[in-house]
């Protein structure tokens, strides 16, 4: 944490400007010449902390031929794309002039920057993924045009925005259908991790299409639905659904059964699904759903990438542009972003770091105004003009703060990397914790192939074979988180990752911290 002003400096502050006082026009109050000193810093700026230039902005595609409202498609890529047309940079820099700065001490401030800041918080417009929301919105509205059924999977790294970008192109599908005169598409969202088991998603889909049928025992609510887009009678005057299943990878059996028939159904005759599934693997479709691809009916796919430097930028400025006054200094928003970029592209994590800096600096201002009237109330010597230009320089979050936050966030580069391990290389290292709690030191390879089988077994997760398991331990070993003998005929390993690491790395996922416990 950056040092705590010393008693003397602060007194050196209040004489300054004492001084300015004394020297300033009697119309000019320390408070105007404080602006002005704000407004010629910001005009200074230097060309690093000037927020990013974007890209012209991209014409509208013209609506396709099956549909009869051609301004209304311009419309919805005008929402898609509006972030791209705002002079971002002109009203970035003009809010910096006309912006005061805020007041940490303030609990009304704190609390809205820290909601401005919190991942739960949906921007009123999602920038930087215009590209990703127009595919997807296209593929809907060409089904939903036609009522043909289809399936899209969304893939990324965690923290890249595709769950708040679905909910965005629902929303957007939903108003165009309304304004073309087309009928409203039946809309079910669901997360997976929700499911009590994962065939349980065939009864809620069911129950979202006919709240009111009662099956009978004979018959599971996968066979009802393969029975109903069997016949045309069936289907005959339903809505189409559109399915958004988040988190998708925990429908992934041993078998992979769900996923299977979940995807299939949107390949009956009479289906009326459009089926959108989330999940971070990049690679579930050709790991996963083989069988469909030789059945032409792999989805199509549409990746979300990490977020890059000057898009962690805009993102931060777009959601601290709502804000009535200024919080960070540029430099602070570009650090963090720089580190974030660099290590995951992951945005929450950005925005954690971003509130984590708020808190380090209001730590420090409350600290410091405690030991500054201290030190006033002993010394008989306290001014309110000196607090207040105290307040006025330490009030926004600068570098230093950011600094220290980020080093907290990313003290251990051990979790960085067991965090970004392919899944099966972190089951791997469940196994090697679990083994090595019984008080072990080391094992051989067998074993730990052994532990790693059965946690396999029990997850009904199928296991990689011999070769491919020893490649996973060279790997493991290259990358400073297992040691794997190579002179020992019986290949001895040991964890040179410390446990708590690999504990707090997985503890995010539920699958870990079950296999964990």
């Given amino acids: 944490?950056?040092?705590?002003?010393?008693?003397?400096?602060?007194?050196?502050?209040?004489?300054?400007?004492?001084?300015?006082?004394?020297?300033?026009?009697?119309?000019?109050?320390?408070?105007?010449?404080?602006?002005?000193?704000?407004?010629?810093?910001?005009?200074?700026?230097?060309?690093?902390?000037?927020?990013?230039?974007?890209?012209?902005?991209?014409?509208?595609?013209?609506?396709?031929?099956?549909?009869?409202?051609?301004?209304?498609?311009?419309?919805?890529?005008?929402?898609?794309?509006?972030?791209?047309?705002?002079?971002?940079?002109?009203?970035?820099?003009?809010?910096?002039?006309?912006?005061?700065?805020?007041?940490?001490?303030?609990?009304?401030?704190?609390?809205?920057?820290?909601?401005?800041?919190?991942?739960?918080?949906?921007?009123?417009?999602?920038?930087?993924?215009?590209?990703?929301?127009?595919?997807?919105?296209?593929?809907?509205?060409?089904?939903?045009?036609?009522?043909?059924?289809?399936?899209?999977?969304?893939?990324?790294?965690?923290?890249?925005?595709?769950?708040?970008?679905?909910?965005?192109?629902?929303?957007?599908?939903?108003?165009?259908?309304?304004?073309?005169?087309?009928?409203?598409?039946?809309?079910?969202?669901?997360?997976?991790?929700?499911?009590?088991?994962?065939?349980?998603?065939?009864?809620?889909?069911?129950?979202?299409?006919?709240?009111?049928?009662?099956?009978?025992?004979?018959?599971?609510p996968l066979q009802h639905l393969q029975n109903l887009y069997s016949q045309k009678l069936h289907s005959s005057g339903m809505k189409m659904m559109l399915i958004i299943a988040d988190e998708l990878d925990y429908l992934i059996t041993r078998d992979r059964a769900v996923l299977h028939d979940l995807f299939m159904l949107t390949t009956f005759p009479f289906s009326r699904f459009i089926l959108i599934g989330i999940a971070n693997a990049i690679d579930l479709a050709d790991r996963f759903l083989p069988r469909l691809q030789s059945m032409n009916c792999k989805p199509l796919v549409v990746t979300f990438r990490a977020y890059s430097k000057d898009q962690i930028i805009r993102i931060l400025q777009e959601r601290l542009m709502e804000l009535s006054y200024i919080v960070f200094q540029p430099q602070a928003l570009e650090l963090c972003a720089r580190k974030v970029a660099a290590a995951s592209g992951d945005m929450r994590k950005a925005l954690s770091v971003c509130r984590s800096a708020i808190e380090i600096l209001e730590a420090e201002m409350r600290e410091s105004v405690s030991k500054m009237n201290s030190a006033s109330a002993e010394q008989g010597l306290f001014d309110q003009q000196a607090a207040s230009a105290f307040e006025f320089f330490n009030s926004q979050v600068r570098v230093d703060h950011m600094a220290v936050a980020l080093s907290n966030t990313f003290k251990s580069p051990v979790v960085d990397t067991i965090k970004s391990l392919p899944q099966h290389q972190q089951i791997l290292l469940c196994s090697a914790v679990k083994f090595f709690r019984g008080g072990k030191k080391d094992m051989t390879v067998g074993e730990l192939n052994k532990s790693y089988m059965n946690i396999c077994k029990t997850s009904l997760i199928p296991p990689v074979g011999t070769l491919e398991f020893f490649s996973m331990c060279r790997v493991l070993h290259d990358q400073g988180v297992l040691k794997v003998g190579r002179d020992d005929k019986l290949k001895r390993v040991t964890l040179k990752a410390d446990e708590s690491d690999i504990t707090f790395a997985l503890q995010g996922v539920r699958f870990f911290r079950n296999c964990l416990q």
């Fill in 1 to 220: 944490m950056p040092a705590i002003a010393s008693h003397n400096s602060i007194m050196a502050v209040k004489s300054e400007n004492a001084g300015e006082v004394a020297r300033s026009n009697g119309g000019s109050t320390p408070q105007k010449r404080r602006l002005r000193s704000d407004a010629a810093a910001v005009e200074n700026m230097s060309p690093i902390s000037t927020p990013m230039k974007l890209k012209p902005p991209r014409r509208c595609v013209n609506s396709s031929p099956n549909s009869g409202a051609n301004g209304i498609e311009m419309e919805i890529n005008e929402k898609l794309m509006s972030a791209r047309k705002s002079p971002v940079k002109k009203k970035l820099c003009d809010s910096f002039k006309s912006k005061p700065n805020w007041n940490p001490q303030d609990v009304e401030q704190m609390s809205a920057v820290r909601e401005a800041l919190h991942v739960s918080t949906a921007p009123s417009t999602i920038v930087c993924r215009e590209d990703e929301q127009k595919k997807v919105l296209e593929f809907c509205k060409k089904n939903l045009e036609e009522e043909k059924a289809g399936s899209l999977y969304v893939c990324g790294c965690p923290g890249t925005g595709k769950s708040l970008s679905m909910e965005k192109v629902k929303h957007y599908l939903v108003d165009w259908a309304k304004e073309a005169g087309l009928q409203q598409p039946e809309v079910f969202s669901i997360n997976c991790t929700s499911l009590t088991n994962t065939s349980e998603i065939f009864s809620k889909i069911l129950l979202k299409l006919q709240p009111r049928k009662k099956l009978n025992g004979s018959t599971s």
